[in-house]
């Protein structure tokens, strides 16, 4: 069965990631090695490496479900990041440890943030069990990041929002990237954020629709 999973991998990488320009060399590397199919209950496995996202935990206290992101997105997301092997990595919405074990492979070391116990004890379970050593996951509110190690050379929220808060940004060294979807379903947009002279500019690059995130959500006021 090992196998038939390595195979997989090669089959991902070739028909879902370098057919949608992920091009980066190191990134593909660790999609190629990382065992994705780990990361998700035995009974899901064989979802592992289709191009589709797989729920992870069911919806529940008003928030959304969570899913492992499909691959292609996830993967373009993290190339926009353009992780140097000595950068200091914060991963918003880790899930069950998926997306900070690929950012493990690229980075020096990877903060994983996950609101929801179960998922946050699932990926330290699943990163521990498997080897990736340079990752913490630590729990917390997504949205207001986790300032006690920051700063951090980039940020990647693992999920659509429908705004950052400034206090993500405060989280960027100088230098620092960002990138994060705004905006649900086909309105969703991949923006690169860099921080030069402390200021903090983005742009949007490509869009994609990837599931939300719980807690990014915009207040709405009634206008009179």
């Known amino acids: 069965m ?58 529940q206290g008003g928030n959304p479900p969570r899913y492992l992101m499909e691959p292609s997105p996830f993967a373009k997301l993290v190339q926009l990041c353009d992780i140097a092997p000595s950068d200091f990595v914060l991963d918003i919405g880790c899930g069950t440890g998926y997306s900070a074990a690929v950012l493990s492979r690229l980075a020096s070391s990877v903060i994983a943030l996950e609101t929801d116990s179960m998922l946050a004890d699932l990926a330290s379970e699943n990163l521990t069990r498997l080897g990736f050593d340079n990752v913490a996951v630590v729990r917390g509110p997504l949205p207001e990041g986790y300032g006690a190690e920051a700063p951090y050379d980039a940020i990647l929220v693992g999920g659509s929002v429908d705004q950052l808060p400034e206090a993500l940004f405060a989280q960027l060294r100088e230098g620092g990237r960002l990138v994060a979807v705004e905006g649900r379903g086909n309105a969703g947009k991949a923006r690169l954020y860099s ?21 990014f959500e915009r207040a709405y006021t009634f206008q009179f």
């Open 2 to 59: 090992e196998a038939d999973y390595a195979q997989r991998r090669i089959r991902m990488v070739d028909g879902q990631l370098r057919t949608t320009d992920v091009n980066n060399q190191a990134l593909l590397a660790a999609m190629l090695t990382v065992p994705r199919e780990e990361f998700l209950d035995k009974a899901k496995r064989n979802l592992a490496y289709i191009d589709e996202d797989v729920e992870v935990a069911p919806a």
């Open 195 to 215: 921080k030069w002279n402390g200021v903090v500019t983005g742009r949007s690059v490509f869009n994609t629709a990837i599931k939300p995130l719980p807690g």
